[in-house]
């Protein structure tokens, strides 16, 4: 769920003036970091990033990294709820960078079970419409294998598998965060961001951050709210469906649809990101799908309808599968090899893991003795492994006997075997993540798709197999984000049972706001419809993913097996040119599961991705300070602003109230 920081400059502060002022401060306790308002921003702001992520998942799959936007957000909400009362005459506390990573990991942890509870891929996979638009006479795909979603049992289920990451890792803490000095990209940028808001030059910055957020935001919420007066009724008016490259092109998806989200996106995710989505656009519906289609009624029937995956629907989906595929595996081989490269080179006294470097010239006792503050505030307030072990061992008979009852093929057997392989393969996504940036976490969950599909068979393979996924991704997930959060708490000198107690009560948080969230979309609006605008992409190709599991191939079109194994291959050449070429070479090649997505969604928000990274690169060669200080805010307020749209105009829809304008394109009379 995170995007690669660059870490440009030291971490540790090396002006003498604030590193005295720093162990001068007094660290709050554990508890003074836990505060009420603190909780209240955190659940205003999970919910707010939890109809973020659902927008994300139920449109394009791609979710940008939000934890910087969460900490400028706490800081802005708190800042200004002290500012109030104070004008009022109330003496508040002060606002504390602990307090203040506090709230970020607790909105963390609420809307990362928005992308790991499966709203847009594996829970949606169990539903009737996708196995209705996968088709009722396709093999392997059964009306018994069908699981419309219910808020109680989506409710249910997030509580019984997403504390389980949590406490599988907590005892590994200090040898990730200190022992190995595991940078964690994201969370270490987050720590660096949260440190700065709370010096005087800093809280200056982030004030004219926090005014820029505010603008943008507004923008595009006034934006959205103005586009939805010509959207019409159906799925072909508005902005949306604004031919702006022409109509020829249009009819390939190439169209710029005018969405403050997906350039928001573009601006925050890397460029080399956006140039892939945008190439994997250009390939398959510049390319390949339009060679392809010439061959109706020869590879395939020509009468079938547009989303039959005995067609051309079918090519889009298993090449898009293939390619991400291709990718995950080798990231998953590339990621293990590493982590048991370095731990074998730890154990030898040979490590060479990107450590912290810290800047020692003339102030290096002051930056010595903040190390060493930073490492007594982390062992302060111990979690004991006892704790987290029975936590584990009693949350695991907690899931183990309610997952068969959820999901009846799912036996109670093979949950366990889950469980207790978890925490081995959370181990490696975390490490990973701490190496790379790059969680792994859906790699993992199709994995376990794939294994536990094959063994149930054909008598409920489907909901079994992709339950498994549930609870793989989200045991991985969790607990990398977790790790993620205690190096940001290791950087701010915020307590770690603070950080795991936050982490708690964030995922509780979650496991309440995310289906509420999802439930206003699933209500208002026609989710899985693929000619509507919440196609839930990820939705059918998990549900082939676990189809194939069990049935192999028979059923493809033809040529269709060939290409998959052909771009398959590709992903992996490509993923090894760029790890095997100068860094000069390599950040031109293009990343095989970005250039994944558009084959099977579309290119239209490839369109709008590359926008936002012509923006950004044009922005950085103008002034590159001014856009490394406010592009993320910039980003941050066109996604967020779009997002508040979501919830007046879902409950225009809940209550049958419809645009009143259809703004429609067509050709010409002439023409």
Not at 324 to 347: F, H, R, V
């Amino acid at each position: 769920m995170g995007t690669s920081v660059e870490i440009s400059e030291p971490l540790l502060v090396d002006d003498s003036d604030k590193i005295k002022a720093a162990e001068e401060d007094r660290v709050p306790e554990w508890k003074e970091q836990i505060t009420v308002r603190g909780l209240v921003v955190s659940a205003v702001l999970g919910t707010l990033f939890c109809i973020i992520t659902h927008k994300l998942n139920l449109t394009v799959g791609i979710i940008p990294s939000l934890n910087v936007a969460a900490g400028l957000l706490g800081f802005f909400f708190v800042k200004s709820w002290t500012g109030l009362l104070a004008q009022f005459g109330f003496q508040v506390k002060p606002f504390t960078r602990q307090e203040n990573t506090v709230i970020q990991t607790c909105v963390v942890a609420c809307y990362g079970l928005a992308f790991s509870g499966g709203f847009g891929s594996y829970l949606v996979a169990m539903d009737e419409r996708t196995y209705k638009l996968i088709g009722e006479d396709y093999p392997g795909n059964r009306a018994e294998d069908v699981i419309n979603p219910s808020l109680w049992w989506m409710t249910g289920f997030l509580v019984v598998v997403s504390f389980l990451g949590l406490f599988s890792l907590v005892p590994l803490r200090k040898v990730m965060v200190m022992d190995y000095k595991l940078t964690y990209p994201s969370g270490t940028a987050t720590a660096m961001l949260i440190n700065s808001f709370h010096t005087k030059s800093g809280a200056e910055l982030a004030g004219k951050q926090v005014q820029c957020l505010g603008k943008y935001l507004s923008m595009s919420l006034i934006w959205s709210c103005f586009k939805w007066f010509f959207s019409g009724i159906g799925d072909s008016c508005g902005f949306d469906n604004f031919p702006s490259l022409g109509l020829t092109l249009f009819k390939n998806t190439f169209y710029f649809d005018f969405s403050p989200t997906y350039v928001g996106c573009g601006l925050i995710c890397p460029h080399i990101v956006n140039c892939s989505v945008l190439l994997g656009a250009i390939i398959s519906w510049g390319f390949l799908w339009p060679l392809i289609s010439q061959h109706a009624g020869h590879w395939y029937p020509a009468d079938l309808g547009s989303n039959d995956f005995k067609g051309l629907y079918g090519y889009k989906v298993f090449i898009a599968i293939a390619l991400i595929l291709g990718d995950g595996l080798y990231n998953l081989i590339k990621i293990i090899a590493i982590t048991l490269k370095e731990i074998c080179n730890k154990s030898s006294k040979q490590s060479n893991l990107p450590l912290v470097k810290e800047k020692l010239d003339g102030e290096s006792s002051e930056v010595t003795l903040e190390q060493k503050k930073r490492d007594e505030v982390f062992l302060k307030d111990r979690i004991p492994s006892w704790v987290a072990g029975s936590g584990y061992v009693a949350l695991v008979a907690i899931s183990t006997a309610t997952m068969p009852i959820i999901f009846p093929p799912l036996k109670w057997y093979l949950v366990l075997c889950s469980y207790i392989l978890a925490p081995a393969l959370a181990f490696c996504n975390s490490y990973g993540t701490g190496l790379t940036d790059w969680s792994l976490a859906s790699t993992y969950g199709k994995i376990g798709l794939f294994i536990i599909a094959s063994l149930v068979g054909s008598d409920g393979g489907v909901i079994a197999g992709l339950a498994a996924c549930g609870v793989m991704m989200s045991i991985v997930s969790t607990a990398a984000d977790l790790m993620q959060d205690f190096k940001t708490g290791y950087l701010t000198m915020s307590s770690a049972k603070s950080m795991f107690i936050s982490q708690l009560v964030g995922t509780a948080m979650g496991c309440v706001i995310a289906p509420l969230t999802f439930w206003l979309f699933w209500t208002a609006f026609d989710i899985g419809s693929p000619d509507g605008p919440y196609k839930a992409p990820y939705a059918v190709i998990f549900r082939e993913m676990a189809i194939l599991g069990i049935e192999g191939f028979s059923e493809l079109p033809k040529h269709c097996l060939a290409m998959c194994c052909g771009f398959f291959v590709a992903a992996l050449v490509i993923n090894l040119l760029r790890d095997v070429t100068p860094k000069k070479v390599s950040q031109y090649i293009p990343i095989p599961m970005a250039m994944a997505v558009p084959f099977y969604i579309g290119a239209y928000f490839a369109i709008d991705m590359f926008v936002g990274t012509v923006i950004l690169f044009i922005w950085e060669r103008v002034n590159r300070q001014n856009s490394e200080d406010f592009a993320g805010a910039v980003a941050s307020g066109l996604i967020c602003g779009d997002g508040i749209w979501t919830i007046p105009s879902a409950i225009l829809s809940i209550f049958k109230v419809n645009p009143p304008i259809c703004m429609y394109f067509g050709p010409s009379l002439s023409s």
